[in-house]
């Protein structure tokens, strides 16, 4: 028996019937952005109903639920949490980049998966004639009805990210797995068509009669398959730069081959997805001039002034540091938000992301800001802008530089909804827990907080000095605004603490080990005189590496209202964290009957 397929053909049997399952995903992806919508309503309502509730000198605990409707949320929303947050961590070298993904998001997947799965099999698998046909084309649109939404998570100009509340580089995990079940339904359609040829003996025959349509769908699975793999971090982190190249101009190849591929009444997907990136493309180059273009500078207004671009001083901190200031700038921002950055000369075709470390300034001031960035050296251009940094340094000359910005980028919550606030950061990773604390503390605004607990953590003193200043200014603020913190510095390498100078001398009880125990911090003198008398009961410093579940438990159990934690760091300490976090609500019975008030987490991680 002679079986054919054709591509062009519009099959009642097989198109309605696809059809219906297409609008259906997409049924599903609107009810899901409903839902996260209006959880980030209630969430917004409640935050501001909690600083309402602030300002009552009655209200000893506004961040407690007060009603019932409240506690119940607050239950549910523990209970989430809970399931979220773990994370499962593989220290191996050369094999950490295999640590899954916290199970929040291991179960979005497998909800995922399964409409996937739904879609790919239900009504299609019959043992008749139409076998191989079926379960082909019914994967056939399932790969290509979830080409809209891939491109839609690429962006930047998010529209999800806008309608529940987050940012793009948030939703960019999800955009690598949607890929990736693509990858595997076009397989299944691939491959029942072959398998119905081979059944047949029509390969050659099928190869001939759809000598368009064939290679241009082997063609868009190969591109799919070659972004699958480079994808995986051990790819990206190889040389990010020419990922990035390639990894564009491969989705641009593929929106073609796909559109050249597919029957006339399924391109509609294709349009989609072009409108999607392009009105993203739109959107930031219209940021990007106004940013970055003054057609009439007044240097009156800011001493920098000029028509293109920003001028950036460049300073190294050693060999491991980078310190970008960048003057005019044009945009306000807040905390815990970051940019893309552009210098052509360092990077001619370059763009990457750092958090803005400086705080967002106090109202009234001018709008030509200027803004710290801290880059810490890896390899290709932010070891290229160190080494310049240290080559003009050592000419004697303090250079500047031309540097183009778009940005900011990030929706970072409010840190001012929370009784107790936990910073934990490693390394450069201050650039984004600092400014969080520095634009707390410089709010006038009605805030729920009254204790902060701040953590960074380095390998090496450089790492960080440049911070301890604004550490002790930060003490000064919250000894003067009411607001009980305490700063933890750890330097674990070999005797880079001394580096640092002498420093300010705490009690041995007040130092945290990795064990939990006390460590003997007798012998360091002070740095300088302490600028209050008090100071030393707000200060730590140890040699050890921290222990951070404990450091989180004493700061959860000393508060009577709702935590917030947020770190940034590594893998390896983002998933140290999470675990941390979700074992201590668990233990604690949050929100489920007991008296312990919830525990949020907000995680930015370093990755590429």
């Not at 019937?17 to 992806?29: D, I, P």
């Not at 730069?241 to 101009?249: K, Y």
Request: charged share 15%.
């Amino acid at each position: 028996m002679e079986r054919r397929h054709d591509h062009a053909a519009t099959n009642p049997v097989f198109t309605s019937v696809n059809e219906v399952f297409a609008r259906g995903y997409w049924y599903f992806v609107a009810a899901t952005l409903i839902l996260l919508a209006s959880i980030r309503g209630i969430n917004f309502a409640l935050g501001r109903i909690r600083l309402r509730r602030s300002k009552l000198v009655s209200v000893q605990y506004p961040t407690r639920p007060s009603n019932r409707f409240q506690q119940t949320w607050a239950t549910l929303t523990a209970v989430v949490r809970e399931m979220s947050y773990p994370q499962l961590y593989i220290p191996t070298r050369y094999l950490s980049w295999m640590t899954p993904p916290p199970l929040g998001r291991v179960l979005v997947l497998l909800v995922y998966w399964a409409v996937i799965i739904y879609m790919m099999v239900h009504g299609a698998i019959i043992q008749d004639v139409y076998f191989w046909e079926r379960i082909g084309y019914r994967n056939a649109w399932v790969t290509v009805t979830q080409v809209p939404l891939l491109y839609l998570l690429a962006t930047k100009t998010n529209m999800i990210g806008y309608i529940i509340g987050t940012s793009h580089d948030r939703l960019n995990w999800l955009h690598r797995w949607v890929a990736r079940t693509m990858f595997v339904t076009a397989t299944v359609h691939g491959f029942h068509f072959w398998a119905e040829w081979v059944h047949y003996d029509i390969v050659q025959d099928e190869l001939e009669t759809l000598s368009t349509i064939v290679p241009y769908g082997l063609g868009a699975w190969g591109i799919l398959l070659w972004m699958t793999i480079t994808s995986f971090k051990p790819f990206r982190s190889m040389a990010y730069e020419l990922f990035v190249i390639q990894h564009v101009i491969a989705a641009v190849i593929f929106l073609y081959v796909v559109y050249v591929h597919v029957p006339s009444y399924a391109r509609y997907n294709v349009w989609f997805a072009i409108a999607a990136i392009s009105s993203d493309r739109v959107c930031r180059l219209i940021v990007f001039v106004w940013q970055n273009v003054k057609f009439k500078p007044k240097k009156t207004c800011c001493k920098s002034g000029q028509r293109f671009g920003h001028q950036a001083q460049i300073t190294a901190i050693r060999d491991s540091i980078t310190v970008l200031t960048i003057t005019d700038v044009r945009f306000e921002w807040s905390a815990g938000q970051h940019l893309y950055l552009w210098i052509p000369r360092i990077g001619m075709f370059e763009t990457h992301p750092y958090t803005i470390a400086t705080p967002h300034p106090l109202p009234g001031t001018c709008i030509c800001n200027s803004i710290q960035l801290v880059v810490r050296s890896h390899g290709g251009f932010s070891k290229r802008l160190n080494q310049f940094a240290q080559k003009c340094e050592a000419s004697g000359k303090k250079e500047m530089v031309r540097a183009f910005i778009i940005g900011p980028y990030g929706r970072p919550p409010r840190w001012d909804i929370f009784e107790t606030l936990v910073l934990i950061s490693a390394s450069t990773g201050a650039s984004f827990t600092l400014p969080i604390l520095e634009s707390f503390l410089a709010s006038k605004a009605t805030k729920c907080t009254k204790r902060v607990d701040f953590l960074l953590a380095a390998r090496r003193g450089e790492e960080v000095g440049f911070y301890l200043d604004r550490l002790r200014e930060a003490l000064n603020k919250a000894q003067s605004t009411g607001i009980d913190l305490t700063v933890h510095v750890a330097v674990t390498g070999d005797g880079e603490l001394e580096k640092l100078g002498p420093i300010f001398t705490v009690p041995a009880k007040e130092a945290i080990s990795a064990n939990g125990d006390a460590i003997s911090m007798s012998g360091l003198l002070s740095r300088r005189p302490p600028l209050h008398s008090s100071m030393n009961a707000h200060i730590v410093h140890s040699a050890t590496r921290p222990d951070v579940a404990d450091f989180i438990r004493q700061a959860v159990e000393a508060t009577g209202g709702e935590t917030g934690v947020v770190v940034c760091g590594g893998q390896s300490l983002v998933a140290k964290v999470r675990t941390s976090v979700a074992k201590l609500s668990d233990e604690r019975a949050v929100h489920k009957g007991t008296e312990a008030q919830g525990i949020c987490l907000y995680v930015e991680e370093y990755s590429f």
